[in-house]
């Protein structure tokens, strides 16, 4: 994991622009709607994470270890 991770870090964004760069030869105009479901997909995780994190937060806080009523 400690190499990996930082591999992934870096390939993955460049895996991205190379992406685009192709639809763009490829599809010319439709790169635009690719860049927004990308970064629809991006604010779609980035909600996720925040909210598993603010939830962990609070149990945390109130000693709750996860388990509902």
Same mark, same amino acid.
């Given at each position: 994991?400690?190499?990996?991770?930082?591999?992934? &870090?870096? #390939?993955?964004?460049?895996? *991205?622009?190379i992406g685009l760069e192709e639809?763009? @030869?490829? =599809?010319?105009?439709?790169?635009?709607?690719l860049a927004a479901l990308i970064?629809? &997909?991006? #604010?779609?995780?980035?909600? *996720?994470?925040?909210?598993?994190?603010?939830?962990? @937060?609070? =149990?945390?806080?109130?000693?709750?270890?996860?388990?509902?009523?």
């Amino acid at each position: 994991m400690r190499i990996a991770k930082p591999i992934l &870090f870096v #390939v993955t964004p460049l895996g *991205v622009l190379i992406g685009l760069e192709e639809a763009y @030869r490829l =599809a010319g105009g439709l790169v635009v709607l690719l860049a927004a479901l990308i970064g629809m &997909f991006g #604010v779609a995780m980035a909600t *996720v994470v925040s909210t598993a994190r603010r939830e962990a @937060r609070e =149990a945390r806080a109130t000693g709750n270890r996860g388990v509902s009523p």
